[in-house]
């Protein structure tokens, strides 16, 4: 499969080059040249298959024609190492809890996928996936899933032991124990530098699947006093191959760092550059795994499911990856009637859809951090999706923006009266798909990451404690390890120039 640059100035590339350069060299986004139509017979198996199974499908479409089935299969199964239940909320609306990873958010998916896919290309090819896997004598998907008409506040003991045992596997997979330095020697001339910018959960997840991946140093750029401290402990805390970056602006600011290095060439003589960040192929597509997983739990709810009946999907939208993964599988033949995207103050897209016109801005800080994007990088690709025809666009997707007492007022009245808790981006998905969902429609939200990652601003909603899963209780013990950086790029230049 070859890829193109959104800004048709570059020869097209393959995967691996796409995916260890991030971004193209005329500063586009990389697309597949085609995107591959699943078969009628996949659909209609597609409810008696497991996660793994859907996933798997999806992959190979993707990435089947570059990756040997055997590697894509482990790097998928290593991947999918956790459930995401769909849980019903209220009349016609459901919940795909993407926050039963280790670290309780969405990116998750992208950050591990990445994380294996990178390290399989730089480590040869062959030697990332030597030993057995240890996860399948700590966890079994089919036999973990618990009962959860209860409150989300809660997670099970069990299931955090199982995490704790699946990390530990996932190191050794790697050559390199929890809190220990890689055994692996790479020179610094062949090392990897990941550089990703944070407006919250992409950095921890991003950190953690790569934490002791032979060959590869990671750089989270973060924006001082802009994310929530468990967030920060989740990536600070780290050492060994992560660097934490604490800078002095917004996420805008973090993100236009990375790019301008990508684009250094002093930079790109000194080191080698990619990025983790949704602009990279390997980290958005591998999240339409779970837009098949939805709707494969969706057909098996018999009770509530009609074939007939249109499947809508709202995603809680920043720099747009995610939708952008979801808008993947509907071309591959996904049965999603629509999507709407949810946005917080900053709502550039959603004055696109209505105008026309897309006029990006400095971002403003809300209580939906992770969605503080003014100027969303994964724009780009639903315009090459939808050979920018905004018609085209605003026939598959509608959006719906809200302030922060109106995120406030979703999760207290959705805990008052239906018992389930929602972070302040599940929030925002919540709302729009309730406002917004037609007569004969049944829609789900990606609720995008645990209630507890944003434990002060919720309590201080609800008038209750949120419990703290254990996963997260142990990142708050960790001593915080982080640089200081302006938001001048020559400042970024010169640090990663004596690195």
């Known amino acids: 499969m070859k890829y193109y640059s959104t800004n048709h100035q570059t020869p097209d590339v393959d995967l691996q080059e796409a995916v260890i350069k991030g971004l193209a060299a005329d500063k586009g986004l990389f697309m597949p040249e085609r995107i591959n139509i699943l078969p009628a017979s996949f659909y209609e198996s597609m409810p008696k298959m497991t996660l793994h199974e859907v996933s798997l499908a999806v992959a190979q479409a993707f990435f089947g024609e570059d990756i040997p089935s055997d590697k894509l299969k482990q790097i998928v199964f290593d991947t999918m190492s956790f459930d995401i239940p769909l849980v019903k909320v209220g009349d016609n609306i459901y919940s795909l809890e993407l926050f039963h990873g280790p670290t309780l958010a969405f990116k998750d ?57 699946l990390n530990y596997a996932e190191r050794e997979r790697f050559g390199a124990k929890p ?17 990703v910018a944070t407006s ?21 750029l973060y924006p001082k006093g802009k994310v929530s401290l468990i967030q920060e402990k989740q990536f600070t805390t780290l050492g060994q191959n992560i660097t934490a970056l604490e800078v002095d602006g917004t996420f805008d600011d973090c993100q236009r760092l990375v790019k301008s290095a990508f684009m250094d060439a002093d930079l790109n003589a000194h080191m080698k550059l990619t990025s983790a960040n949704s602009i990279n192929v390997a980290r958005f597509l591998p999240q339409a795994f779970y837009y098949f997983w939805a709707v494969a739990q969706l057909n098996r709810q018999s009770s509530i499911f ?53 006029n990006p801005r400095p971002s403003v800080a809300t209580l ?10 994964n724009f780009a690709r ?47 998905g919540h709302r729009a798909l309730r406002e917004g969902l037609r007569p004969g429609e049944v829609g789900f939200f990606i609720e995008t990451a645990h209630p507890a990652k944003f434990k002060d601003t919720v309590e201080a909603i609800i008038g209750e404690p949120v419990a703290i899963p254990q996963r997260l209780q142990d990142f708050m013990k960790g001593t915080k390890q982080s640089i200081d950086m302006t938001r001048q790029f020559d400042d970024f230049k010169a640090y990663l120039l004596q690195q």
Not at 149 to 159: D, L
Not at 328 to 355: C, E, Q, T, V, W
Not at 368 to 377: E, R, T
Request: with cysteine; charged share 15%.
């Open 109 to 165: 998916v992208g950050a591990r996928f990445m994380a294996r896919t990178l390290g399989y290309f730089v480590n040869g090819q062959s030697s990332l996936f030597g030993a057995a896997s240890a996860k399948d004598a700590c966890i079994d998907l089919g036999e973990s899933r618990q009962n959860r008409t209860q409150s989300i506040v809660k997670i099970a003991s069990e299931r955090e032991q199982s995490q704790a045992c």
């Open 306 to 358: 009609n074939p007939q009946r249109n499947i809508v999907c709202c995603v809680p939208s920043g720099n747009f990856g995610n939708i952008t993964a979801g808008l993947f599988g509907k071309r591959m033949g996904l049965p999603i009637s629509r999507f709407i995207a949810a946005n917080n103050r900053n709502d550039i897209f959603y004055n696109y859809l209505l105008s026309g016109q897309y």
């Open 382 to 428: 639903v315009l090459a999706l939808y050979d920018n025809s905004h018609e085209a666009i605003c026939a598959d997707i509608s959006g719906a923006t809200y302030n922060d007492e109106q995120i406030a007022d979703e999760i207290r009245r959705v805990y008052e009266t239906n018992g389930y808790l929602l972070d302040p981006h599940g929030a925002c």
């Open 368 to 377: 939906a951090n992770a969605m503080d994007v003014g100027d969303p990088s």
């Open 200 to 220: 919250g959960d992409t950095g921890s997840a991003v950190a953690n699947g790569f934490l002791g991946v032979p060959g590869i140093h990671v750089y989270v």
């Open 179 to 195: 809190n220990s330095q890689s055994s692996i020697v790479h020179s610094q001339s062949s090392i990897v530098n990941v550089l």
